[in-house]
């Protein structure tokens, strides 16, 4: 190999390693930062609904000002009637739940963002079962809470049993919707 052709041959390398590097900096700045960091130099993670996919950031610890509330419901859901439960809490509050159904239900754990339409609400446990339990952290200030349908024949009753951090319940109904505040867990 002659002089000049090792010298276009380095010449070339050096132009893909270039081009490449500049390929991975695009694909870094329209794809993968909108994705997973929420940040969008470009504007083009927003265009292709790539912003915030990563999902939601939870602390490891929050330390609140008032005790913990404690709230136990229940509704008994004739066939093809549903209820909607939902709590107001700020982004970060926490509630461990747990809800049991006599009969299987269409159930959705699900959050609206305050200020934004209800129709946008973010779905974070959807299905059919008698029964879950959990702790949900809430990822913004809104309304969190579940949807519960029953398709069966017969009656069904849906308990839900709450601690944590939220100001007040809503149900919504098709006798409308009804708040009411909740009592704090009395401390010792």
């Not at 952290?137 to 069904?156: D, I, Y």
């Amino acid at each position: 190999m002659t002089v000049r052709a090792e010298i276009d041959s380095a010449r070339r390398l050096i132009i893909s390693v270039i081009v490449s590097l500049l390929a991975a900096v695009l694909v870094f700045c329209v794809f993968v930062l909108p994705a997973e960091f929420g940040r969008d130099p470009t504007g083009l993670g927003k265009l292709m609904g790539l912003t915030g996919m990563s999902g939601f950031e939870v602390q490891s610890l929050i330390t609140e000002p008032q005790p913990p509330t404690h709230d136990q419901v229940e509704f008994p859901l004739a066939p093809f009637e549903s209820v909607e439960y939902k709590y107001e809490m700020e982004a970060g509050q926490g509630l461990v739940y747990d809800w049991s159904a006599s009969g299987e239900v269409l159930f959705d754990l699900h959050s609206e963002e305050q200020g934004t339409d209800p129709e946008d609400a973010i779905s974070f446990s959807v299905g059919r079962g008698t029964q879950e339990q959990g702790t949900y952290v809430a990822p913004f200030a809104g309304k969190h809470g579940w949807f519960w349908e029953n398709r069966g024949s017969s009656e069904v009753v849906v308990r839900l049993t709450t601690t944590g951090f939220a100001s007040a319940s809503i149900t919504y109904s098709p006798q409308g919707e009804y708040r009411r505040p909740l009592s704090q867990v009395a401390s010792d």
